[in-house]
């Protein structure tokens, strides 16, 4: 359904740095880099998650209500990758933790970038 997301960054070069640290537990490297965005994906994949320096010249914002969750095949890469975004200046928005409101194998950490973007990082895999 969804062929890649955008997640706008008023500093790319922070962002990547945050980002590589993140998304490094989910296996997700960064491919194509330039100094106004930078694509992530799965190695040898096609990217899947920009963060971009807005085209229109505005400030980048983060949405009200908007949430990217990205998938994890462990509860430790949850755990891992809640430990870099917390580390690399992120807010914490839900410590890792099951959800069972959401189903029984339902594991997920929750955060918000440098930037406000929030995100959260799901293992649906029984313990």
Do not use: H
Request: hydrophobic share 40%; charged share 20%.
């Amino acid at each position: 359904m969804i062929s890649y997301v955008t997640l706008g960054s008023n500093d790319r070069r922070a962002a990547k740095t945050f980002y590589d640290a993140v998304l490094a537990p989910l296996g997700l490297k960064p491919g194509y880099s330039d100094d106004e965005m930078v694509g992530y994906g799965p190695e040898g994949g096609e990217a899947q998650l920009w963060v971009v320096e807005p085209y229109n010249g505005l400030d980048a914002t983060a949405g009200n209500g908007t949430m990217l969750a990205l998938a994890a095949s462990t509860r430790a890469q949850v755990d891992a990758a809640y430990a870099a975004a917390i580390a690399g200046g992120g807010r914490d928005e839900g410590k890792p933790g099951p959800r069972e409101i959401y189903g029984p194998n339902f594991y997920a950490a929750y955060f918000r970038d440098p930037e406000g973007n929030k995100l959260a990082v799901v293992c649906r895999a029984p313990d």
